[in-house]
């Protein structure tokens, strides 16, 4: 079966990809949509033909030793059978969350994204477990701010059977070592390298699917006008003093702030706000507002990080740029 993926400009500007004919090239974007979550598929060059380049004149085995010579494919065999791994798939795509896990072999030395077997998170699961847990939170009983939480991370090779799925409000889901570190909702803000990982990830031309690169922008002319400042300390405070100014009993944002409510009303995951959470802080960073918590509300209600996008089926997914933030902060807990 079929599915959507990604693509990325840098994609077109790859010298070691040029190298390769269109044609070819046509037909590395059309795999990708034949490959399993893991980026896997079954090398079987009279089947691929029709269903990823169909009115085209091209020997598909010609074309796939073209990119696996170039280290884009890697082909292996397993019982007999051959198939394809595409290098680097973790790193570019970002398979749906129901999207089932593969049932090809991985090749040698290959660790998965998920573990052998991974059930995904549905919406019936999702209800059950609330059900089971009475809607509250399993550390601390709070009822707002809830989502399901895999007790072993799915990255870490958990799945999502009853016995590790918990609910826990955005506070506690935060606090876990092994998904956010608590300084992300609780202390000041993150560490700039930190920020700097989540917010730009380096660009290598020898990658599968290089990620976009900067934009330089224009050069301003030596004559325009320059604009007047405002002042500093007109109005409103910097949201760094205002975090630093509350007290020590009462958080940033609460588990019972309204952005709760409105995350429950259309189904989005507590832990998105977590991670818009950790977005604004670094994008506000020497701005000045009256109210933030309310700024904060209009970031996620507005989408403005842009970290998550809505699925057909009425959920929610993370975006590119939400699962490389993800990612970042996954990596510093």
Known sequence: MSRARNIKPGFFKNDILAECSATTRLLFIALWCEADREGRLEYRPKRIK????PYDDVDIEDAVAELADRGFLSLYESAGAQYIQIVNWAKHQNPHHKEVGSEIPAPPGHIDTVCAGYIPLSNTIRNR???RDGR???EC???HGLSIDHIVPVS???NSTDDNLQVLCLGCNVRKGNKFHASIMDDSCMAKASVKQIASCPTDSLLLIPDSLQEIPPAVPADAPIKPSKPKGASGIELQTWIDSLPADQDAIADDDPIFDYADSIGLPANY??????WFKTSMAGKRKKDWRAHFRNAVR???PKYWWPTDDGGWRLSPAGEQAKRAMDAQS
């Open 50 to 53: 029709p269903a990823c380049l």
């Open 129 to 131: 477990i609330y059900a």
């Open 136 to 138: 509250v939170c399993k």
């Open 141 to 143: 009983g709070a009822t």
């Open 156 to 158: 870490r090779g958990g």
């Open 273 to 278: 706000i977590a991670l818009a959470w950790a």
């Open 302 to 304: 507005n989408g403005w």
